[in-house]
């Protein structure tokens, strides 16, 4: 039996590696010269700008668990701190205390009480929730926004300088796009001390663990594929220059580009690609002197306070290898908004309209105005799924009744597998998945 894993991010690596481990010849196909997808690096002059995801965190188990696996060395960073800015001001974001809590000065005290009761009261109440696998919340969670039920539990200030914030922080959309369960799973964890959100680094950056991974598989690199049509009980792939018959595939590509190359294909899975809605985003590079923005890891921007960038990362913590010259990078994430606006404009256009609007939010970095300068961007239209209620609702649909028909299979993290290690479970499972499909065949 052979199986195709189509697309070499996360997933689709996961994915290979896992079958290959259970003794299933395996070989994945990459559009790109490189692996990894939104782990993915770039080096430039001297300095490594991570072009997606920019950290791991402790809580991610599969994923650095893989790490182990294929020897890339982690380090947890120097403590650091996150701010979020409200009036032009950086205040103190941290939930892992009840003193953290408190030193949110972000939020009046009346709002810190409430956020602190309403934590208590999900960690008793949702106990089972898992952020990474979306698909375990219960219903009845996946009925309203999360914006209008935090505004309505905790309050405008939180929904507007907490959770607004931090859902266009990691996933570039607001929070009115996102439904109550995926922020009950996310924050009932970030309270929870048996999951470590501390920030984690991997030794040669964000691609080590792609490029290990891929290492110890096929994958063929530049290597699109054109066209995914059923064939004779199997599945052919067909890339420039040649067909191949696989007896299973499994499809780790966006959703745009997965519907793109299929031709024909189950309704179920057509239906779940048509119907996902991603939130793009523009990731925006800077050169800076390493020294400007102390230690500070990540600045989370409101909506409410700017409506071009949702937050930015100061690069310099992660070592010395990440500097060059008494320089470093601060790495810039847009909102939605912005990112669809100036998707199709010049570099430079792009360039000079996010330098204008970080220098007006952060003062060190005006203090520094004339050493800010632009280093590298990476566009994605289809950065992070939107965990809406249909959405998470619909992928639990499919996984139960549509997962593996006509041995064709789909993972990622559009399939309630949020981030880099949803993405990377959504893999495992996809694995699992077809490993049991096959052991089921006849002389098996």
């Given at each position: 039996?052979?199986?195709?894993?189509?697309?070499?991010?996360?997933?689709?690596?996961?994915?290979?590696?896992?079958?290959?481990?259970?003794?299933?010849?395996?070989?994945?196909?990459?559009?790109?010269?490189?692996?990894?997808?939104?782990?993915?690096?770039?080096?430039?002059?001297?300095?490594?700008?991570?072009?997606?995801?920019?950290?791991?965190?402790?809580?991610?188990?599969?994923?650095?668990?893989?790490?182990?696996?294929?020897?890339?060395?982690?380090?947890?960073?120097?403590?650091?701190t996150h701010v979020v800015y409200r009036g032009g001001r950086p205040c103190p974001m941290n939930f892992s205390s009840v003193r953290d809590i408190f030193r949110m000065d972000g939020l009046n005290l009346r709002s810190r009480f409430r956020f602190l009761a309403f934590l208590i009261k999900v960690r008793r109440a949702h106990t089972g929730l898992d952020f990474f696998e979306l698909g375990l919340s219960p219903d009845a969670l996946n009925q309203e926004d999360a914006y209008t039920f935090a505004r309505r539990e905790v309050g405008h200030e939180f929904a507007d300088y907490v959770l607004d914030s931090f859902n266009s922080c990691m996933m570039f959309s607001r929070s009115s796009e996102t439904s109550v369960a995926a922020f009950l799973s996310l924050f009932g964890m970030m309270a929870n001390a048996a999951f470590d959100f501390s920030v984690v680094y991997a030794d040669g950056d964000m691609r080590a663990i792609p490029e290990a991974l891929a290492d110890r598989l096929v994958v063929h690199r530049r290597c699109a594929v054109e066209a995914l049509a059923a064939h004779e009980g199997g599945w052919r792939v067909d890339t420039p220059g040649s067909s191949r018959v696989f007896d299973r595939v499994v499809v780790a590509a966006t959703p745009k580009a997965a519907l793109g190359m299929l031709d024909g294909g189950p309704r179920p899975h057509r239906r779940l690609l048509e119907q996902t809605r991603s939130a793009s985003t523009i990731n925006v590079s800077f050169r800076i002197p390493r020294k400007t923005l102390g230690h500070t890891h990540c600045f989370y921007v409101p909506y409410v306070e700017s409506p071009v960038i949702s937050e930015?990362?100061?690069?310099?913590?992660?070592?010395?290898?990440?500097?060059?010259?008494?320089?470093?990078?601060?790495?810039?994430?847009?909102?939605?908004?912005?990112?669809?606006?100036?998707?199709?404009?010049?570099?430079?256009?792009?360039?000079?309209?996010?330098?204008?609007?970080?220098?007006?939010?952060?003062?060190?970095?005006?203090?520094?105005?004339?050493?800010?300068?632009?280093?590298?961007?990476?566009?994605?239209?289809?950065?992070?799924?939107?965990?809406?209620?249909?959405?998470?609702?619909?992928?639990?649909?499919?996984?139960?009744?549509?997962?593996?028909?006509?041995?064709?299979?789909?993972?990622?993290?559009?399939?309630?597998?949020?981030?880099?290690?949803?993405?990377?479970?959504?893999?495992?499972?996809?694995?699992?998945?077809?490993?049991r499909d096959l052991a089921q065949l006849p002389g098996n």
């Open positions: 039996m052979r199986v195709a894993v189509i697309g070499a991010g996360i997933a689709g690596l996961t994915c290979a590696w896992e079958l290959q481990k259970a003794g299933i010849p395996v070989q994945v196909f990459e559009r790109d010269s490189s692996v990894g997808g939104r782990m993915n690096t770039r080096t430039k002059d001297g300095l490594a700008f991570d072009v997606g995801a920019n950290f791991l965190i402790g809580a991610y188990r599969g994923v650095n668990a893989l790490a182990a696996e294929t020897g890339v060395s982690l380090r947890n960073a120097s403590p650091v930015f990362t100061n690069e310099a913590l992660k070592g010395e290898h990440a500097t060059r010259g008494g320089m470093s990078l601060v790495n810039v994430g847009l909102h939605e908004e912005a990112a669809v606006e100036l998707m199709n404009e010049e570099d430079g256009k792009i360039f000079e309209v996010v330098k204008t609007e970080l220098l007006t939010i952060n003062a060190e970095l005006r203090a520094v105005a004339d050493q800010v300068r632009a280093h590298d961007l990476e566009r994605w239209p289809e950065a992070i799924p939107k965990y809406d209620c249909g959405q998470i609702a619909r992928v639990k649909e499919f996984l139960r009744d549509g997962q593996g028909q006509q041995g064709l299979y789909l993972c990622g993290d559009y399939l309630n597998g949020p981030w880099i290690e949803g993405a990377s479970r959504s893999g495992q499972k996809a694995a699992r998945q077809v490993v």
